[in-house]
């Protein structure tokens, strides 16, 4: 008879159907929510569908009107033209800056808010990202090697360990692979260039001052990324967003090289099956290889940019860099004029996973005040406030805004000023009583003042922007009288100033160049701002007297920020060396100009495209649309045989609801089958999921009442329905209840050629069960770039309770009333309870080192269970250096310590399709047993346990296993777009013992190193 584990999904998917990766079945991030609140409408153009929920319909309908009109240059240039209409989802729920293109899917996601981000010059949103992303889903369909039905392969290999129990087939999985053929391979340089090319002659977006300081910067450093640096992403600091950069400027390169034809005969050309190589298709396409284009074109841009700034760097005037141990350093403030206070991402891998800092400037200590902070910071009269804005916690629909919170120095308590408010940058009045800040909805935001009181405030808007325009800041005069704000409405920010006594808005600087961060100086003679009027970003002054300008410093990459004390004493952000740093001037003075020249600016900066249709259709109730089904073929290789199959999936076009599943089978007809259900319309999320999965054995001898031989033939049939629903709470938690229904069932053929006797389809099920799981997860890990393959910050938990009714074969018996030869089942009705976790945290003197602790308990409450439902706790998912059914009970226990130290990050090596990046050496102790009996206590109970404690943990932990393992992490991109992680360990298993089979045979365990082997998806 075939015995193997319970089939719970968390094993059964995990092992048998591996390889479901983000990617492949497009869900999101950890504990999700589905929104049901929003009341979705819908129209059509020629072009597009437009969803759109209520409070986002100027959004759509501006972006109907954009799409339409760059629908007819992007799909010209690339002679390419979407199967069907592409449907554009416009979202507003959230303080979110983004678009997203689904390509394979044909839609795109826009999110209303405008983006505001330091490394990225500003722009007209909806013109930018929608012209952006549209030309994501023309120019990589373009690059499709197959239909869009089918994304890509997977190749897969499982093999298993030699040891097992002697009623289970095969051993647990020591090697688990999947690696993606991908039907789009395109390097990330050149797939974020081609979209923010768009297409020839485009004012949609442009090389701006932004762009050009990230490159020019690279280059008078002598760090641009490599041509396959820049092929993927996965970087820390500004390295994700210099490939896009270098992406952007390199397709420039080519198209002014080759002309503009080359992007869609690169599209062309990697669309052929057999062209996995970037620097090949170069090749075919130019007569030359990607590595040299890219070095000629490096050459071209230092003799550009050193010629170009070779004034700038000999007369260059930044003052002293206070601030220098992290990517981002900005936001500077004064407070009292010995303290500054300022956002920095030390510790961190991103460029926005800021906190706030205190800089004392008389005794030189740093310290940091709150973490997760993203705005400017504005101190009160007294500087005992400090008022900034963050992430609130989710509202009741998983939504996330952006609210003011004020700072107490005193008690070190935060408070929260505004609630679900969309409140950022806020700016505290010269007397204390009032807040100014930024707020926004549906892609257009506003100055609110608020009154600084306990109880209910008092918030009045006092701008009346409604047409798509941005304001990123506002500044007090000195007087109160006066706000001095940065804002948008097409290329580069403007400056204007509010007058609060006469309600009106006057616009100071509305030249083509970018003029931004206006800040008043405490005397009321100046203000300061950003300019890029010469090409590059530098502080300026403006008299408030005499209205005269003057050049504050002259820098080669670029100067933002601009804050200065009652001394006169100037503190900037500094852009060098792909960082920003706070600079100090203490001096501030007018200098010439001249000395700043670089390019005349104002020339390359174009116009805005205009965007008009006579009419739109009226709006209707969203009705729900699925995308086309998709199929992955597989070729698996498992316990040594060839099993080809093939993933499919589908989702509703709002992903209210999507199917996801998996067929498979072999030559001797063992099949695995899966399909998972998800219905998303309302808060909690319900779920259906079906797996199926047979073996077959065959020949197997056993002799008949000790005279006869006989063959036998085996097909177990497993089949199981899970049903539930699944809840996030606060983006951390997320709670799961389901109920299971399981039948397993054997087939068996019998042979004895002595007596003639041939049995052929002797049927039985040998496993019946219900059971009813409450799971509940938590996972707080602070992001990092290799958060997958190395976490060093953060706790997950997992626990399950159970309430399981089995029933499982006892013997074979006659119905005495039919004659019927059936199965005697025993009733095994039992609580189970397992709960594992992990903690990731770094070492305090050695920042490389990175320890986690693990463990995992277990028990269940019947004392005479069946064996089958035992806990195993060897192999892969145990202590490892024991073989998985080589250790069983009812109770179980492992404890595990993991030291984990990188040998290189960041680092390019080609391996074929592999680009490795990072590898991670990691040394383990693991201990643990599992357990149905303490010796001498037969029925252990809690008296027993309270009377004999000592006792009873002196023998278990007598007979605890005991190991040590070494691991070798590696972790890259496949195909420059697919994250691979692969992990290989050796353990050594410290304590033997053996253990008989039912026959009585011995099987000695331990002493012996053992190997495992993954390659999945991950970084």
Known sequence: MYKAPPLHPYTFIGILFFGLTVTAIGQDGFATYNHPELEWKTFETEHFEIHYHRGAEWTAQRSAEIAETVYGPITSFYNFEPDAKTDLIIKDIGDISNGAAYYYDNKIEIWATPLDYPLRGNHHWLLDVISHEFAHIVSLAKTMKFTRSVPGFYFQVLDYEDEKRDDVIYGYPRVITSYPIPGVVIPMWLAEGMAQYMWPGTSNDFWDSHRDMLMRDRVLNNNVLSFSEMASFGKRGIGNESTYNQGYAFVNYLAEHFGPQILPDLAAELSRPVQYSIDRAMKNVTGIRGEELHREWVNQLEKQYFGLTEDIRAHEVKGEIIVAEATTQYYPEWSNDSLIYFLSNKGHDYFMQTALLQLNMKTGKMKEIQPLVLSR??????????????????????????????????????????????????????????????????????????????????????????????????????????????????????????????????????????????????????????????????????????????????????????????????????????????????????????????????????????????????????????????????????????????????????????????????????????????????????????????????????????????????????????????????????????????????????????????????????????????????????????????????VVLNTNIWRNYDKFIRDFEVNSAYGTFGVAFRKNYYWLIDHEGEWYHKYPFMNKLVGTLGWRIGTISKPDVDSFFNFFAGGMPGLKGYPFYSIEGRNLLIADYTWRIPLFVEKDIQILSFNLQNAFLATYVEAGNAWSAVEDYPRLDWPDFTLNGRDVIQKLTADFKRDIGIQLRLSGFSFYAYPTAISLDFVYGFDEFTIADSDGNPHTYGNEWRSYLTILFGL
């Open 377 to 794: 910071t504005s101190i009160s009269p007294d500087g005992r406030y400090l008022f900034y804005s963050k992430a609130s916690k989710p509202d009741k629909h998983g939504s996330v805004y952006y609210d003011i919170y004020r700072f107490d120095l005193n008690t070190k308590k935060e408070r929260q000023m505004t609630r679900f408010a969309r409140s950022y940058n806020p700016a505290i009045s010269p007397d204390g009583k009032q807040l100014v800040y930024v707020s926004g909805r549906d892609g257009t935001s506003n100055l609110y003042l608020q009154q600084v009181t306990f109880g209910q405030p008092v918030v009045k808007k006092i701008t009346d922007y409604n047409n798509g325009e941005e304001i990123f800041a506002a500044h007090w005069s000195p007087d109160g009288e006066q706000l001095a704000f940065d804002f948008l409405t097409a290329h580069g920010r403007d400056l204007a100033v509010y007058h609060l006594t006469e309600d009106r808005i006057e616009y100071l600087h509305t030249a083509a160049h970018d003029t931004r961060n206006p800040y008043y100086s405490p005397d009321g003679k100046w203000l300061y701002y950003a300019s890029d009027q010469s090409g590059i970003f530098n502080i300026y002054r403006r008299s408030l007297e005499t209205g005269a300008t003057e050049l504050i410093t002259n820098v080669p990459g670029g100067a933002f920020m601009p804050t200065v004390n009652t001394k006169g004493e100037l503190l900037y952000a500094l852009f060098e060396n792909s960082a920003f740093k706070i600079a100090k001037i203490t001096e501030p003075t007018a200098l010439d100009p001249s000395l700043s020249r670089y390019i005349d600016y104002a020339e390359k900066v174009p116009g805005v495209m205009e965007f008009t249709l006579d009419s739109l259709p009226p709006a209707t109730d969203y009705r729900q649309k699925f995308s086309k089904m998709f199929f992955m073929p597989k070729l698996m290789v498992d316990y040594g045989k060839v099993k080809p199959g093939f993933y499919f999936y589908s989702s509703e076009i709002l992903d209210k609801f999507n199917i996801f599943g998996s067929a498979a089978v072999n030559r001797i007809w063992d099949r695995d089958l899966f399909i998972l259900l998800e219905y998303h319309q309302w808060y909690p999320t319900l779920f259906v999921e079906f797996y199926n999965i047979t073996r077959s054995i065959f020949n197997q001898k056993a002799m008949i009442s000790s005279a006869y031989e006989a063959s036998f033939d085996y097909k177990f049939d497993l089949i199981e329905f899970v049903t539930g629903i699944s809840v996030p709470w606060d983006g951390f938690n997320k709670f799961r209840f389901d109920i299971s229904l399981s039948k397993y069932r054997a087939v068996s053929d019998t042979k004895i050629p002595e007596v003639n006797l041939y049995q052929n389809g002797f049927t039985y099920d040998y496993y019946r069960g219900m059971n009813f799981k409450l799971n509940w997860q938590y996972k707080f890990v602070r992001r990092t770039v290799n958060s997958e393959t190395n976490p060093d910050n953060g």
